[in-house]
C-alpha cells in the first residue's frame, strides 16, 4: 500500500540508505513467479550486488516467503547471502541464526526506523519494538555484547 511505502522510505531515510527498491506487486499477493525473480535479478545485476539480505525462508508471512524464495534464486550468484527473522510468528521450521554482528550502538537507530513503521504501531503497539529489542538482547548475550543482530547464512564467500 501506499501508506507501508511511505513508511519504508522514511525508515529508508532513517537508517541512511541510499534508496529504496519496491516492485509492483501487491501486498498480500506476492507469488514465488517469474516476475517477481526477474525483478530481483535486474537489481542485483544492475547495482552489482555482492551482499544480499532476505527474508528467512520459514517466515509465515506469505510475501515475506515468496521473496525469501525469490532472492535465493535471484541471488544464486552473489557471494553472500543472509537471511533476517522480520516477525515473531511461529513457524514449523526453526530460525538457524549462525551469524552475529554486534549492533549495540546501533539499537536506537533500529528502534528509530521500526518506529517509523506508524500503521504498524498504531495496529500493535510497542509489541513490535519489544520483541526485536528482546531478540537483541538475547542475542547480544549469547555473543558477549549488549545487543546483537543475528542471521541465518545461505552462504558467505569471502570476495
Known amino acids: 500500500s501506499e501508506v507501508a511505502k511511505k513508511e519504508a522510505e522514511t525508515a529508508t531515510r532513517i537508517i541512511g540508505a ?3 527498491y519496491c516492485g ?5 499477493e506476492v507469488e514465488f513467479v517469474d516476475p517477481l525473480n526477474i525483478e530481483i535479478l535486474k ?3 544492475s547495482l552489482n550486488i555482492n551482499l544480499a539480505y532476505t527474508h528467512w525462508t520459514g517466515d509465515i508471512h506469505h ?5 525469501a524464495r525469490a532472492s535465493l534464486h535471484s541471488c544464486r550468484h552473489v557471494p ?6 522480520s516477525n515473531w510468528y511461529h513457524s514449523t521450521q526453526d530460525f538457524r541464526g549462525n551469524f552475529y554482528v554486534d549492533i549495540t ?3 536506537k537507530l533500529k528502534e ?6 506508524d500503521s504498524e504501531m498504531r495496529r500493535i503497539g510497542d509489541k513490535w519494538v519489544d520483541f526485536f529489542r528482546n531478540e537483541a538482547e538475547n542475542a547480544g548475550q549469547r555473543i558477549g ?4 543482530e543475528v542471521f541465518e547464512t545461505v552462504k558467505w564467500l569471502e570476495i
Not at 112 to 117: D, E, G, L, N, Q
Not at 145 to 148: D, G, L, Q, S, T
Open 145 to 148: 555484547v549488549e545487543k546483537a
Open 80 to 85: 553472500r547471502l543472509l537471511m533476517y527473522r
Open 112 to 117: 528509530k526506523a521500526i518506529r517509523a513503521h
Open 43 to 45: 537489481l542485483v545485476q
Open 63 to 67: 510475501d515475506h516467503q515468496a521473496v
Open 18 to 20: 541510499k534508496k529504496l
Open 24 to 28: 509492483n506487486f501487491k501486498t498480500l
Open 105 to 107: 550502538n546501533y539499537w
